[in-house]
């Protein structure tokens, strides 16, 4: 699931699992049993209203509508058959988004994105894993949850002092008031059922705590910005910054893994892909081997230009010297080598290298499925045992195709990232080769075949090979 970054308004008075700091409100005017009956309220024509219900993945639902007082706020449920309902309110404009987000298992989100699937707390989404067309799933070590119960335990919460707005009194540019501990405990007492106890509120973990919290100058110093680049990310909305973790003294703070898979997920970028396999062509920085062919066709056009006496007759007398023809030919070697597609296409070549890829593999199955039939042939004729059927850990590339794929990633290496990524995807859910199987032989074939230079392919397969998961302690 993408990174959760919508932010609620409120809690409903009927949620299992309030979000802290956010006020409670009274929503007894909606049905928050029947998905159907929700979905209704929004879906009166001509209203300006909408709402919509879903099954989810884990066997629960969620649904959302409109408000049917205040048009500009809307409702959203999330319930789950063990872990009960959230109830909560959004703006109308961000609760659609927010319903698809939790259609997946997610139950809870806090913290700024971490979201809890009613067993495990994970880390914001950040990183895409492009062969399976999913965004890593990564645990926080040592998470536990902290509970409405926890909360109150200390007894100086004051029931009689906190506050249950009605829909009309919510104003969604000012914050909580009061004490939210002693909303919390006017929510506990308004409950039918005493469950605080089953009531997630937040979580707790090591990398949350305050000492291990980053400002925007230690975020930005990981990423290799400026604090003023960063800052500008963060207030236009741009460069996918994950969403802070807390909120301290007015100043936004991050959690430390959190930071560095935002770096990740850069170096991950069709940005950071070109810059890898990139040099220098005057003032530009181009993928290596478009430079490469500018740099051939600006020789070729100079020699067809220059050193053709008949040609050479051609010119004026002003241009009649080798570096005003020199400059020409780089135009026109430029030229070509902007037009690179118009020469092999790119989209055309890459799916011609999947497909030869997978059907390499698909060959070298075959092969060692009939390497075993001999085998066994042969000790079954000698009176021998069986002998034990082992999975390859590589299949070997033709060095046509593995230069082809050199190709590829010299010129067009974000096209090749997410290649190199269906690569892997098909090849485990058709063939079912494990994925270090697949990568293991594309980057031998790499390297006994292709031209990169060691260090600049292994940086680049680092940032396209399957994502690390991280050790938990």
């Known amino acids: 699931m993408p990174q959760h970054k919508l932010q609620p308004v409120a809690n409903g008075l009927r949620t299992d699992h309030p979000i802290p700091d956010l006020p409670f409100v009274d929503d007894a005017h909606i049905p928050i049993d029947d998905p159907r009956a929700v979905e209704a309220i929004g879906r009166r024509h001509g209203t300006g209203t909408w709402g919509r219900h879903d099954r989810t993945r884990d066997g629960g639902w969620v649904t959302f509508t409109t408000d049917p007082v205040r048009k500009d706020l809307a409702w959203l449920i999330r319930w789950h058959p063990e872990h009960g309902r959230s109830v909560i309110l959004y703006r109308d404009a961000d609760v659609a988004s927010a319903h698809t987000d939790y259609q997946d298992t997610a139950q809870l989100f806090r913290s700024g994105g971490y979201w809890w699937d009613g067993t495990t707390w994970y880390r914001p989404s950040q990183i895409f894993d492009w062969a399976s067309e999913e965004y890593m799933r990564r645990r926080v070590p040592a998470a536990t949850n902290v509970t409405a119960a926890d909360l109150l335990e200390g007894g100086d919460a004051d029931s009689g002092a906190g506050r249950i707005l009605d829909i009309d009194q919510v104003d969604v540019d000012t914050p909580c008031q009061g004490r939210w501990l002693d909303d919390l405990a006017t929510w506990a007492a308004h409950r039918q059922t005493p469950s605080a106890a089953l009531s997630v509120v937040k979580l707790s973990a090591p990398e949350l705590t305050a000492d291990q919290l980053l400002s925007l100058t230690q975020m930005a110093q990981i990423a290799g910005v400026a604090p003023s680049t960063l800052r500008a990310y963060v207030s236009r909305g741009e460069g996918d910054v994950p969403q802070p973790q807390a909120t301290v003294s007015g100043r936004n703070v991050w959690a430390r893994p959190v930071a560095e898979e935002w770096v990740e997920r850069?170096?991950?970028?069709?940005?950071?892909?070109?810059?890898?396999?990139?040099?220098?062509?005057?003032?530009?920085?181009?993928?290596?081997?478009?430079?490469?062919?500018?740099?051939?066709?600006?020789?070729?056009?100079?020699?067809?230009?220059?050193?053709?006496?008949?040609?050479?007759?051609?010119?004026?007398?002003?241009?009649?010297?080798?570096?005003?023809?020199?400059?020409?030919?780089?135009?026109?070697?430029?030229?070509?080598?902007?037009?690179?597609?118009?020469?092999?296409?790119?989209?055309?070549?890459?799916?011609?290298?999947?497909?030869?890829?997978?059907?390499?593999?698909?060959?070298?199955?075959?092969?060692?499925?009939?390497?075993?039939?001999?085998?066994?042939?042969?000790?079954?004729?000698?009176?021998?045992?069986?002998?034990?059927?082992?999975?390859?850990?590589?299949?070997?590339?033709?060095?046509?195709?593995?230069?082809?794929?050199?190709?590829?990633?010299?010129?067009?290496?974000?096209?090749?990232?997410?290649?190199?990524?269906?690569?892997?995807?098909?090849?485990?859910?058709?063939?079912?080769?494990?994925?270090?199987?697949?990568?293991?032989?594309?980057?031998?074939?790499?390297?006994?075949?292709?031209?990169?230079?060691?260090?600049?392919?292994?940086?680049?397969?680092?940032?396209?090979?399957?994502?690390?998961?991280?050790?938990?302690?």
Do not use: C
């Open 266 to 473: 850069r170096h991950r970028s069709p940005e950071s892909l070109d810059q890898a396999v990139s040099a220098k062509a005057g003032s530009a920085s181009l993928p290596i081997g478009v430079a490469e062919l500018w740099t051939r066709f600006t020789g070729i056009f100079t020699s067809a230009l220059w050193e053709n006496p008949d040609r050479r007759k051609r010119w004026a007398l002003r241009w009649r010297t080798q570096h005003a023809v020199g400059q020409i030919a780089e135009e026109l070697g430029w030229d070509v080598a902007a037009n690179l597609d118009a020469i092999i296409p790119a989209e055309d070549l890459a799916s011609t290298i999947r497909h030869a890829v997978l059907d390499e593999f698909a060959t070298g199955q075959q092969l060692h499925r009939d390497i075993y039939e001999s085998d066994r042939e042969r000790a079954a004729a000698a009176g021998k045992p069986e002998p034990i059927y082992e999975d390859t850990a590589f299949y070997g590339i033709v060095p046509h195709v593995a230069r082809m794929i050199d190709w590829l990633i010299r010129h067009h290496p974000s096209t090749a990232a997410h290649t190199i990524s269906e690569i892997i995807g098909e090849a485990e859910r058709r063939l079912r080769i494990a994925r270090d199987v697949t990568e293991s032989s594309l980057a031998t074939a790499l390297a006994l075949d292709g031209k990169l230079d060691e260090k600049t392919r292994e940086d680049f397969l680092k940032r396209v090979f399957t994502p690390a998961s991280p050790s938990e302690d």
